[in-house]
């Protein structure tokens, strides 16, 4: 698709969301990202993969008809994430306020904060982490984030004003972010990564649901350089159209050894957090690229 249509696309089907009733807007989309999962070999057999780890249990056997369940659950849930994020932007901020709930975890916001050394949120693939932010700027606390930038320029232009618009702030991940992001931390801001997959393909070795990949370092390098506090969260869609959020106690980045050595163990600590906040709901893990070998 050319890049005039496939912006143009985006902004219709953007703006439609956006504007259909509450009624209407996620069956749509629920069933739109049905659809796609059943005519997109690639994207179901990538998520079968992903899910298939993340369900898996030691000693026992998953069930194939189990398995086929959460994925095409996942799909569904891929599509509410689309439709929710399209929302997001028309939605008076109370209303965002009063269906968001953070049910653990909010006080290592608040300490780290006054901590004034800034915060990293390390993130996953799951649920709706704009909803998280949009909350977080509800409480006076902000986000910075960093997204990979879209094709063709204006494509991504629209995203980063639509991610702005609901008060998170948005960097395309460049040679640039770094510095910002650092920036951000020493006025004690909160940075959010999303970390559960390489985009970059320069990560850090670790085990991650029982199997070698390698997953972002930038989470662990930040905090260990900055002294900011590390925390790893998930923001669920649900019960309803209510968003619930939980948030890990801050993950340990004292200084032990070299620092390559120090960014390779707080990262695999971060892999472990991140396995937890997914099993808590997998089919609303939304990674459909290939993540394991």
């Given at each position: 698709?050319?890049?005039?249509?496939?912006?143009?696309?985006f902004k219709t089907v953007g703006g439609a969301m956006e504007l259909l009733p509450e009624s209407l807007d996620l069956a749509l989309a629920r069933r739109l990202a049905g659809l796609y999962g059943r005519r997109s070999a690639s994207a179901r057999g990538h998520l079968r993969t992903n899910l298939a780890h993340a369900l898996a249990a030691p000693d026992s056997a998953l069930d194939p008809a189990l398995l086929d369940h959460f994925v095409t659950r996942g799909f569904a849930s891929y599509?509410?994430?689309?439709?929710?994020?399209?929302?997001?932007?028309g939605l008076a901020p109370r209303k965002v306020f009063r269906r968001f709930k953070i049910g653990e975890g909010l006080e290592y916001l608040y300490e780290a904060r006054d901590r004034g050394q800034g915060t990293i949120i390390a993130l996953p693939h799951v649920g709706s982490w704009e909803w998280g932010g949009s909350f977080l700027n509800s409480l006076g606390l902000g986000m910075t984030a960093v997204a990979e930038e879209l094709e063709p320029p204006e494509l991504f232009a629209w995203f980063k004003a639509k991610r702005e618009s609901i008060g998170i702030r948005i960097e395309p991940l460049d040679e640039h972010a770094g510095t910002v992001l650092l920036t951000t931390l020493k006025q004690?801001?909160?940075?959010?990564?999303?970390?559960?997959r390489d985009l970059q393909g320069n990560g850090i070795e670790v085990q991650f649901f029982g199997e070698s990949v390698t997953m972002a370092a930038g989470p662990a390098t930040m905090a260990l350089r900055t002294g900011a506090t590390l925390v790893a969260a998930a923001c669920y869609s649900g019960p309803g159209r209510d968003h619930f959020a939980v948030i890990t106690p801050p993950i340990d980045t004292t200084r032990t050894a070299r620092l390559r050595e120090d960014v390779t163990r707080v990262t695999q600590a971060v892999a472990h957090e991140l396995e937890g906040l997914i099993q808590r709901a997998p089919e609303q893990w939304h990674v459909l690229q290939p993540r394991f070998n």
């Open positions: 698709m050319a890049g005039k249509g496939r912006v143009a696309l599509g509410q994430y689309w439709a929710e994020g399209a929302k997001l932007p004690g801001g909160v940075v959010g990564l999303l970390c559960d």
